[in-house]
């Protein structure tokens, strides 16, 4: 079993319409959780994070962390045809000793929002 | 406006044939990684710096070095090449220690192994 499952897509989805991302995991030892998107040709650049379990809102964005379900997702209301990317989670347990930020990424959800 | 510049942004190298790829950064991070992105798949950590101090992953190939000659400037070197190493590469910076989650990452540079 991966780390990190996420299912690749693609997602199309028309404009204005409720977006859910989900990502899985097994490694109960998780505690930061970050979301990153991924223009075309672009590197990834964060979007939201999350320490431990929780909701957390930024605009039209929201990320939900249930760490009893090793689960979390990223909804994305009012969606636009600027959201299409690829957004990717990733997680890590601790940024302290030798890891200093070793992230986890899934594989990335490929979304299309269609106008 | 401060970033994460690679280069370059292609690169062609024939099997076997030493190649490197450039990063280099205007964030004064303390922390540069390297990632591997193959298609459809999740970036891999490769190593990261540390100011000087180097951190290679356990299953990084030894086919794969890299060289922070100062803050700014960040370099992957792959040796021999092989076909199986075609993939983007991702240059990545972090202030570290608990704002090691958020990463800035450069535009990646896409190899191809012929």
């Known amino acids: 079993q991966k780390e990190v499952e996420q299912d690749p897509g693609p997602l199309s989805v028309p404009e204005g319409a409720i977006v859910s991302l989900n990502c899985t995991y097994s490694n109960s030892a998780f505690q930061y959780f970050m979301w990153y998107r991924q223009y075309s040709r672009k590197g990834p650049e964060l979007l939201m994070y999350t320490y431990s379990s929780g909701n957390k809102e930024d605009g039209r964005f929201t990320a939900q962390v249930d760490k009893s379900s090793k689960y979390i997702s990223l909804f994305i209301r009012d969606s636009q045809p600027s959201d299409s990317a690829t957004y990717l989670c990733?997680?890590?347990?601790?940024?302290?000793?030798?890891?200093?930020?070793?992230?986890?990424f899934g594989k990335g959800t490929k979304l299309s929002v269609k106008p | 406006d401060a970033m994460v510049i690679q280069n370059p942004r292609y690169q062609v190298t024939q099997f076997g044939k030493p190649v490197t790829l450039s990063c280099s950064q205007t964030?004064?991070?303390?922390?540069m990684y390297w990632y591997q992105q193959k298609s459809s798949q999740a970036p891999k950590l490769l190593f990261h710096y540390y100011d000087k101090d180097f951190n290679n992953e356990a299953d990084t190939p030894d086919n794969f070095q890299s060289r922070r000659p100062n803050t700014s400037f960040c370099f992957l070197d792959i040796r021999s090449p092989g076909l199986g190493d075609a993939a983007m590469y991702l240059c990545a910076t972090s202030r570290g220690g608990t704002s090691s989650y958020e990463q800035y990452f450069g535009p990646g540079t896409r190899l191809t192994v012929t």
């Open positions: 990733a997680m890590s347990n601790s940024f302290y000793g030798g890891s200093q930020g070793n992230l986890i």
């Open positions: 964030l004064n991070h303390n922390v």
